[in-house]
């Protein structure tokens, strides 16, 4: 009974940005752990960053940290990523998901998220 559902992407040029904005229904929201993952053609879901429940901790990939940062607010229910200094091989679409499994800190596999969102595009031209 957990939804969430992501909005926000759309096409800019290099260097520009986005706010991306997940927003969940259902009671379990404040109770979960937050991933913001992306996947381009051809390539693997990856995780880009996550954050935790009571956003005491956050982690970002390597390829996107000091570029995109990832807040929530619980009162909310919502998670956003922004994304900035945007280049070309950030173009992929976005999916937040919830990790129920707190105990233990962030997880940064696909497999150990249990609720996904249909995902937002984002392009970025060149």
């Known amino acids: 009974q957990v939804q969430l559902v992501e909005s926000g992407g759309g096409l800019v040029q290099a260097g520009g940005s986005l706010r991306l904005s997940c927003a969940a229904s259902?009671?379990?929201?404040?109770?979960?752990?937050m991933g913001w993952f992306r996947q381009a053609p051809g390539k693997e879901r990856e995780l880009v960053a996550a954050i935790t429940r009571s956003s005491s901790t956050t982690y970002y990939a390597d390829s996107v940290k000091g570029r995109f940062t990832t807040a929530r607010d619980n009162a909310k229910n919502t998670v956003a990523l922004e994304v900035n200094s945007l280049k070309p091989e950030d173009t992929a679409v976005y999916y937040c998901a919830a990790d129920r499994r707190i105990v233990g800190g962030l997880h940064f596999s696909t497999r150990e998220y249990d609720y996904w969102g249909q995902g937002t595009q984002v392009t970025v031209s060149s």
């Open positions: 259902g009671r379990t929201f404040s109770m979960s752990h």
